[in-house]
């Protein structure tokens, strides 16, 4: 007997020589339940045998070891208690404890731990056999030899089924998209996002067009005319909607935003920089005209009369350093000068308030449309670009490839309150006569029966104002100077 073995020692055999006929007959009763250490002297080291009471100690077995203590079963208790096992599991003379694990096992516990091993081995079994009837139910019914009519009698409602299936692991057994289920796809769809929130991007990327995984996140590819329908119109059409979403939107395309006074609108805005650099352009202008004529009868500044009264001449001064230094420092020559004499001057300051006067405006109408967007339909109005290799037909016939590029944007949230919002609504909608997600094939589609039928609304286009912010334009415009001056 193995030295670390002593009489009246508890093991259980984890293993043994299976190829010797004797051990096999003996132990396989044995294998993975608890027994008791026999010390009989001349007779050798035996075990106790829940069918022939005692068999001799083979230094060839695996086993491990239990501590001792005062409660464990005598062997007349032990025997009994390990052929109520066998019964219990069914399988009478070779029952063992799958769960049994030795090591765990508290001194002075041995019972108790046997009784709950049995019991979760048995909650197995049960388990088991439960899953075998689930397993053929779902098979009859993706073969149509039973409908979900027949479920719902079973099991209650479509929702316990698909809980208890899901419980046991065995929802992937089911096909929701399965074409013979379409006259109760969207209660079965319904029932699965019910039981998994998640499976709405299952739904998404397997029903609708133009929506991408990338990462852990879901994708449309934007179209903007679509996204331009789920507009109520009212002073703009779908067209121009969709060109101010795309970011291409011309103001001039649809109104001017010149500017009458120049020198109010424009120079008398910007910052002492920006002032500084025109002003160094019109001293210039000046220097190269040498001389700058009027008419008494034109509402001309009065620092004008004075210097030519001064010069001794009539609607007429010559522009030296010292009368331009002069001119530069009156606010009523500068306007005169920039708005009714210098042309170049007021050429480009009238072209940096209109740049700046439209960009400043369709950027505003972007962010107030997207606005309305977000949250809505998509997650944020940040896309992002990409590029894809996209099948096409070459000049000698053959297929070929080329780069292809597209914009998309972030749905993630969206998307799931969106197929979530109207599986509630369309729940019980079903079979030919009613519109499946399917059916719809994209997002957008899928979004417009949300908004015309519910649970989502149209959305409105926003007030778009007709003037841009003025704090924007006094920095576009000073930013701009130096691109035209």
């Known amino acids: 007997m193995n030295m670390d073995l002593k009489d009246g020692d508890y093991i259980v055999i984890t293993g043994y020589n299976t190829d010797d006929f004797y051990q096999d007959q003996f132990y396989r009763h044995l294998i993975n339940k608890p027994t008791k250490v026999w010390d009989l002297g001349n007779r050798g080291v035996h075990l106790t045998h829940p069918y022939l009471d005692m068999v001799p100690f083979s230094d060839g077995l695996k086993y491990e070891k239990i501590e001792s203590g005062e409660d464990l079963p005598s062997h007349k208790e032990l025997k009994s208690l390990t052929q109520n096992l066998d019964k219990i599991m069914g399988r009478e003379g070779k029952g063992e404890l799958k769960n049994l694990r030795v090591k765990k096992i508290k001194k002075g516990k041995l019972k108790e731990t046997i009784i709950k091993v049995l019991h979760e081995e048995e909650e197995e079994k049960k388990k088991s056999r439960a899953n075998e009837k689930l397993t053929k139910i779902i098979d009859n019914l993706n073969n149509r030899e039973i409908d979900f009519s027949m479920v719902e009698k079973l099991f209650g409602s479509i929702e316990r089924f698909v809980s208890l299936v899901k419980d046991r692991g065995l929802i992937d057994l089911i096909d929701p998209f399965n074409r013979d289920f379409e006259d109760i796809q969207n209660s079965l769809l319904h029932t699965f996002v019910k039981n998994d929130p998640n499976f709405v991007y299952t739904i998404a990327t397997t029903l609708l067009n133009g929506i991408t995984k990338v990462g852990d996140d879901y994708y449309y590819d934007a179209d903007y005319s679509e996204l331009a329908d789920l507009f109520k119109t009212r002073d703009f059409g779908p067209r121009v909607i969709e060109y101010i979403l795309s ?44 001389t700058l004529k009027f008419s008494l009868y034109k509402r001309t500044p009065e620092l004008f009369e004075e210097i030519a009264e001064e010069q001794g001449t009539e609607e007429e001064i010559k522009l030296t350093d010292e009368v331009i230094a002069r001119l530069m420092t009156d606010k009523d020559s500068i306007r005169y000068l920039i708005n009714l004499e210098l042309d170049e001057v007021r050429g480009n300051l009238s072209s940096i308030y209109s740049t700046c006067y439209g960009d400043i405006l369709s950027t505003q109408w972007y962010n107030d449309l997207w606005g309305e967007l977000v949250g809505v339909v998509v997650d944020s109005k940040d896309g992002e670009d990409y590029s894809y290799q996209k099948s096409v037909w070459e000049k000698d016939g053959k297929r070929g490839t080329k780069t292809a590029y597209g914009r998309r944007y972030k749905v993630t949230k969206c998307l799931k309150d969106i197929i979530k919002g109207w599986l509630d609504v369309n729940q019980n909608k079903n079979g030919f006569n009613e519109n499946t997600i399917e059916y719809f094939g994209n997002y957008i589609s899928l979004i417009k029966d949300a908004m015309e039928y519910g649970p989502m609304d149209w959305l409105n286009v926003p007030r778009l104002d007709d003037y841009p912010d003025w704090r924007e334009m006094n920095k576009c415009m000073s930013e701009n100077v130096e691109s035209y001056f």
Do not use: Q
């Not at 291409?248 to 609108?265: A, K, L, N, V, W």
């Not at 001293?283 to 005209?289: F, H, I, P, S, T």
């Open 247 to 290: 970011g291409e939107y011309d103001p001039y395309e649809y109104g001017s935003y010149d500017t009458d006074d120049e020198y109010r609108d424009v120079y008398d805005n910007l910052d002492h920089y920006a002032k500084s650099v025109v002003d160094e352009h019109i001293v210039n202008e000046l220097k190269a005209m040498e």
